[in-house]
């Protein structure tokens, strides 16, 4: 079955570096998202893509924040300087069309010290 | 923007037994309602979903129930096992989805 695939699993990084983290959707998706959970909260939209544009943005979503389908495979999430209440888990979806069931990945811890 | 609040925050139930979380949402335009499961160090996983026109969905022993006028909808897991033991977010879909904030259920052997 197929399934969205996320790298890396853990990352940690001192405050003010950037991150990139990496999805992997399924292949015949057309929507993409990502989401974040801090630890012991609830799982907060943060921005949705289709059509190689960002089609919503949350207001957690600010300009340190941006995402990229570089090669029409991979759907990546930067952070350009990290601070330290952007440690989270950080979940990436994809969906075959709207209003259908949103695929989530295994998720990406990222530790900001 | 859509508000999902959902109840209980935590539930303990004996194996067997069933149980019911509730959640409520805030805008009418939603119409797509999933639940999912999440089970430590792992993303959520659809367990069943709900569309705006059908009141009750049935899969074996989960099943969802959606009162579109009150804006409210609940989970409800029978026979319990303790693999059912983990945490259960129920999301609202106005284009992106808005979860509730969990609700953690043990099952106690």
């Known amino acids: 079955e197929p399934e969205v695939t996320q790298t890396p699993s853990h990352q940690v990084t001192q405050m003010g570096q950037e991150v990139i983290l990496r999805c992997v959707p399924i292949s015949n998706h057309l929507y993409f998202y990502w989401y974040r959970q801090i630890l012991g909260q609830k799982v907060e939209f943060l921005v949705s893509f289709y059509n190689n544009e960002i089609s919503e943005k949350s207001e957690i979503f600010d300009d340190q924040f941006s995402v990229e389908r570089p090669d029409g495979s991979n759907f990546t999430l930067k952070i350009r300087s990290t601070k330290l209440e952007d440690s989270a888990m950080y979940f990436c979806?994809?969906?075959?069309?709207?209003?259908?069931?949103?695929?989530f990945g295994p998720g990406t811890r990222l530790t900001v010290l | 923007g859509e508000n999902v609040e959902q109840h209980p925050s935590t539930l303990s139930v004996q194996e067997g037994d069933s149980a019911v979380i509730k959640c409520t949402y805030s805008?009418?335009?939603?119409?797509?309602f999933p639940w999912y499961k999440q089970e430590l160090g792992k993303g959520p996983q659809l367990i069943i979903d709900i569309r705006s026109n059908v009141g009750e969905k049935k899969d074996q022993r989960i099943a969802v129930t959606l009162n579109k006028t009150a804006k409210h909808f609940s989970l409800h897991i029978t026979e319990t096992q303790p693999e059912d033991s983990a945490v259960y977010f129920c999301?609202?879909?106005?284009?992106?989805?808005?979860f509730g904030a969990g609700t953690t259920v043990t099952v106690r052997a």
């Open positions: 999301a609202a879909n106005d284009y992106k989805l808005s």
């Open positions: 979806a994809s969906v075959p069309s709207s209003y259908n069931e949103q695929f």
């Open positions: 805008d009418s335009a939603s119409n797509y």
